[in-house]
């Protein structure tokens, strides 16, 4: 059976009650993660005001049922996926699937929850629809070969979180195997994303994750029109995988489909960066607290990374090492080091030390190179660290970041997390919000139960 067919009847086919129930609940946990960045960004980030004139002033917003989170008041369907997928993505804190190198959840809820609210449907149904979201995004990612999409320009969050928006949307708007499939024949056409972002550090990167929720969303109800799209999506001549990468493996896309759950290889972030700075933060902070180290007794940092890091987070060097806007710092390997040495954790409002001197000069000391040990490895997002500090040199290999399925955040954790972000905004309404969400399975309505 051809590929795309394959995942469109896989997409509209698999029952609810067929998913083992750590896989709703871990989407659940994931959801929950990604409305805490979303409700901070909608108030705080500074791309913010700017998205949301555009939405008003080309008349997106119009009047719907749909929950933005962290604004008081109801949006259209496409409006709320543009803004919940641009706002989740806005401060860099959401989660990623290590072996697709990508942020399944702020492409995929958004559309979702709009098609949920759209047609009424109950928080368990929502919760399967984002599951086979993630499902999507993350197998073609994995097919994609995320070092060559990366080599190609390509950001593989808005690329294949596009064909898993349409996906969960495509779902809960009822299509069948073969109106999923031409769904994915439109979002072949819409799939977009360019890491050419990280040369001023640039907004588009926030915004082109919204888009790939609007778009799957759109895609999904264009089919559920009738709507014609490419056959052959993903594998063709000119499709997705031929076109986007010079190295991807269709069968990674299918390996072990309905039985190996991907939803359950998805890891919260700890800190608002890049992943791929996360390994070394990690490694300077347990550094610290064995040794007592002040940031002014740091002489040196040199940290290893994948080569996808490299491009990221540690090239060119110089301009990494003067991060001044919030994307800069999302995406300095040295800013994050000056950050963990400076206030002993990286927090959102951590970013208060752009353009501080003293961040300044310890990440002026911090050299990133590409280490080869890393390399060829399941998991890109290790990190290897010498520090010098006081005359002496200590070395340390991360091999994977916290906060992946092995050292997922406990429900504590998470919740503190949500409240960190939240509660500055909501204040008391934080708790009622996470309650909310933590009901939701058993919603037989979800607009009704967000409203």
């Given at each position: 059976?051809?590929?795309?067919?394959r995942l469109?009847?896989f997409a509209?086919?698999t029952?609810?009650?067929?998913l083992p129930?750590?896989?709703?609940a871990?989407?659940l946990?994931?959801m929950?993660?990604?409305?805490?960045?979303?409700?901070r960004?909608a108030?705080e980030a500074?791309s913010t005001?700017?998205?949301l004139a555009?939405?008003?002033?080309?008349?997106?917003?119009g009047d719907?049922p749909?929950?933005?989170?962290g604004?008081n008041?109801r949006?259209?369907a496409?409006?709320?996926a543009?803004?919940n997928g641009t706002?989740?993505h806005?401060l860099d804190f959401?989660?990623?699937h290590s072996?697709?190198?990508?942020?399944?959840s702020?492409p995929v809820?958004?559309?979702?929850?709009?098609a949920?609210e759209l047609t009424?449907a109950?928080?368990?149904?929502?919760?399967?629809a984002i599951?086979i979201?993630?499902e999507?995004?993350?197998?073609l990612g994995?097919?994609?070969d995320?070092?060559?999409?990366?080599a190609?320009?390509f950001h593989?969050t808005?690329?294949?979180?596009?064909f898993?928006?349409?996906a969960?949307?495509?779902?809960?708007l009822g299509?069948d195997?073969?109106?999923?499939a031409?769904?994915?024949g439109v979002?072949a056409?819409q799939a977009?994303?360019?890491?050419?972002?990280l040369q001023?550090?640039?907004?588009?990167k926030?915004y082109?994750v919204?888009?790939?929720?609007m778009k799957g969303?759109?895609?999904?109800?264009?089919?559920q029109?009738?709507?014609i799209?490419?056959a052959?999506?993903?594998?063709?001549?000119?499709g997705f995988?031929?076109?986007?990468?010079d190295?991807?493996d269709p069968?990674?896309?299918?390996?072990?489909?309905?039985e190996v759950?991907e939803?359950l290889?998805?890891?919260?972030?700890?800190y608002?960066?890049?992943r791929?700075?996360?390994a070394?933060?990690d490694?300077?902070l347990d550094?610290?607290?064995q040794?007592?180290w002040?940031?002014?007794?740091?002489s040196?940092i040199r940290?290893?990374?994948?080569?996808?890091g490299?491009?990221?987070?540690?090239?060119?060097?110089a301009?990494k090492?003067r991060?001044?806007?919030?994307?800069?710092?999302?995406?300095s390997m040295?800013?994050a080091?000056?950050v963990?040495?400076?206030?002993?954790?990286f927090?959102?409002?951590?970013y208060?030390l752009l353009?501080?001197?003293?961040?300044?000069?310890i990440a002026?000391?911090?050299d990133?190179?590409?280490?080869?040990?890393?390399?060829?490895?399941?998991?890109p997002?290790?990190?290897t660290l010498e520090?010098t500090?006081g005359?002496?040199t200590?070395?340390l290999?991360i091999?994977?970041?916290?906060?992946?399925?092995e050292?997922?955040?406990?429900?504590?954790?998470?919740a503190a997390?949500?409240?960190a972000?939240a509660g500055?905004?909501?204040?008391?309404?934080?708790?009622d919000?996470?309650h909310?969400l933590?009901?939701?399975?058993?919603?037989?309505?979800v607009?009704d139960?967000?409203?």
């Amino acid at each position: 059976m051809q590929l795309t067919r394959r995942l469109a009847d896989f997409a509209a086919g698999t029952p609810t009650d067929a998913l083992p129930p750590e896989v709703p609940a871990r989407a659940l946990a994931l959801m929950t993660d990604l409305v805490g960045s979303i409700i901070r960004a909608a108030n705080e980030a500074d791309s913010t005001p700017s998205v949301l004139a555009m939405v008003d002033r080309l008349g997106l917003a119009g009047d719907g049922p749909c929950t933005v989170f962290g604004l008081n008041r109801r949006y259209g369907a496409a409006a709320a996926a543009l803004l919940n997928g641009t706002f989740g993505h806005s401060l860099d804190f959401d989660d990623t699937h290590s072996d697709s190198s990508l942020h399944p959840s702020a492409p995929v809820v958004p559309a979702a929850l709009a098609a949920a609210e759209l047609t009424g449907a109950s928080g368990a149904d929502l919760l399967a629809a984002i599951v086979i979201g993630f499902e999507v995004c993350c197998r073609l990612g994995m097919a994609l070969d995320p070092t060559a999409h990366y080599a190609r320009g390509f950001h593989p969050t808005a690329t294949a979180g596009t064909f898993g928006a349409v996906a969960a949307a495509g779902r809960l708007l009822g299509l069948d195997g073969a109106a999923m499939a031409s769904a994915f024949g439109v979002a072949a056409s819409q799939a977009s994303g360019s890491l050419q972002f990280l040369q001023n550090g640039a907004w588009n990167k926030r915004y082109q994750v919204g888009e790939a929720a609007m778009k799957g969303l759109m895609a999904a109800t264009l089919a559920q029109g009738g709507f014609i799209g490419s056959a052959e999506a993903l594998e063709g001549t000119h499709g997705f995988l031929r076109g986007y990468s010079d190295g991807a493996d269709p069968a990674r896309a299918i390996a072990g489909l309905g039985e190996v759950w991907e939803t359950l290889r998805i890891g919260v972030k700890p800190y608002p960066a890049c992943r791929y700075t996360h390994a070394a933060v990690d490694g300077l902070l347990d550094l610290q607290r064995q040794h007592g180290w002040r940031a002014e007794d740091v002489s040196a940092i040199r940290v290893g990374l994948h080569r996808n890091g490299i491009a990221l987070v540690g090239a060119p060097l110089a301009a990494k090492q003067r991060a001044r806007s919030v994307v800069e710092g999302q995406f300095s390997m040295p800013f994050a080091a000056a950050v963990a040495l400076l206030r002993g954790r990286f927090g959102w409002d951590d970013y208060d030390l752009l353009g501080n001197p003293q961040a300044e000069a310890i990440a002026a000391r911090v050299d990133v190179w590409n280490d080869p040990s890393l390399e060829g490895l399941r998991h890109p997002f290790g990190a290897t660290l010498e520090v010098t500090a006081g005359g002496s040199t200590h070395s340390l290999r991360i091999a994977d970041p916290s906060g992946e399925p092995e050292t997922f955040p406990t429900p504590g954790a998470c919740a503190a997390k949500f409240g960190a972000l939240a509660g500055p905004v909501l204040n008391a309404g934080a708790d009622d919000w996470l309650h909310r969400l933590a009901s939701l399975p058993g919603a037989a309505s979800v607009r009704d139960h967000l409203a």
